[in-house]
């Protein structure tokens, strides 16, 4: 098993920044993918970013690229998303998410965390 942790949400305003840390335990080694979804009120859940746990891979949501950066810290067992430039359509509850091919049409979710709360104002 592997349980997930965020921390780092919040309110900010728009045009504003926070990060978001997802820490991981238990059976870390079987995680290949870490990455981010987010759901807001009345909306299904979407795909944010995701990162290969060994480094190689990152991928981002289209309404995100460019403003979002995920980074992990394999020493941690830590994984991060830096949000830049918020707004207010950014606000949701954002969930971290390990699994196989996170970002890609094959993803499967194997752990979610128990999200963290995300709010920009205008």
């Known amino acids: 098993q592997v349980q997930l942790v965020e921390s780092g949400g919040g309110l900010v305003q728009a045009g504003g920044s926070l990060r978001l840390a997802c820490a991981a335990s238990?059976?870390?080694?079987?995680?290949?993918?870490l990455g981010w979804f987010r759901q807001a009120p009345g909306k299904e859940r979407e795909f944010v970013a995701a990162?290969?746990?060994?480094?190689?891979?990152?991928y981002y949501g289209d309404s995100v690229k460019g403003r979002f950066t995920i980074s992990s810290d394999n020493a941690r067992d830590t994984v991060y998303l830096q949000m830049n430039s918020l707004k207010p359509e950014d606000t949701a509850i954002y969930y971290c998410?390990?699994?196989?091919?996170?970002?890609?049409?094959?993803?499967?979710?194997?752990?979610w965390g128990q999200g963290t709360q995300v709010t920009v104002s205008s």
């Open positions: 998410a390990a699994g196989p091919s996170l970002g890609t049409s094959r993803a499967r979710i194997d752990y």
């Open positions: 990162r290969s746990w060994s480094g190689g891979s990152t």
């Open positions: 238990g059976r870390t080694l079987t995680i290949s993918d």
